[in-house]
Nanobody
């Protein structure tokens, strides 16, 4: 079973950047990978996803600001976030799926955008 561990969260000022990393304990080359976030009092939402072929999709709220990427050789998935806004504040989670079936969630990493 794949385990996912996120890192890279923290406190950043509005307009700043952060890069989140998701490290998998096993091979992810056949999995679709996604970044989700959950703000206090809100439902968890998809931020960005990348399938095994490298095709990406993004929530409208982050298009042009966030970039998802993967390195299958290192079993890593990244989320580069720029032009951060206070409304991006949330716990960010990494998720693996395969053929539409849930595989694993990470434990989450906190991102706080505040001056």
């Amino acid at each position: 079973q794949v385990r996912l561990v996120e890192s890279g969260g923290g406190l950043v000022q509005p307009g700043g950047s952060l890069r989140l990393s998701c490290e998998a304990s096993g091979s992810i080359f056949a999995n679709s990978m996604g970044w989700y976030r959950q703000a206090p009092g809100k439902q968890r939402e998809l931020v960005a996803a990348i399938n095994s072929g490298g095709t990406t999709n993004y929530a409208d709220s982050v298009k042009g600001r966030f970039t998802i990427s993967r390195d299958n050789a290192k079993n890593m998935v990244y989320l580069q976030m720029s032009s951060l806004r206070p409304e991006d504040t949330a716990v960010y989670y990494c998720k693996a799926t395969r053929l539409g079936v849930h595989v694993a969630w990470g434990q989450g990493t906190q991102v706080t955008v505040s001056s």
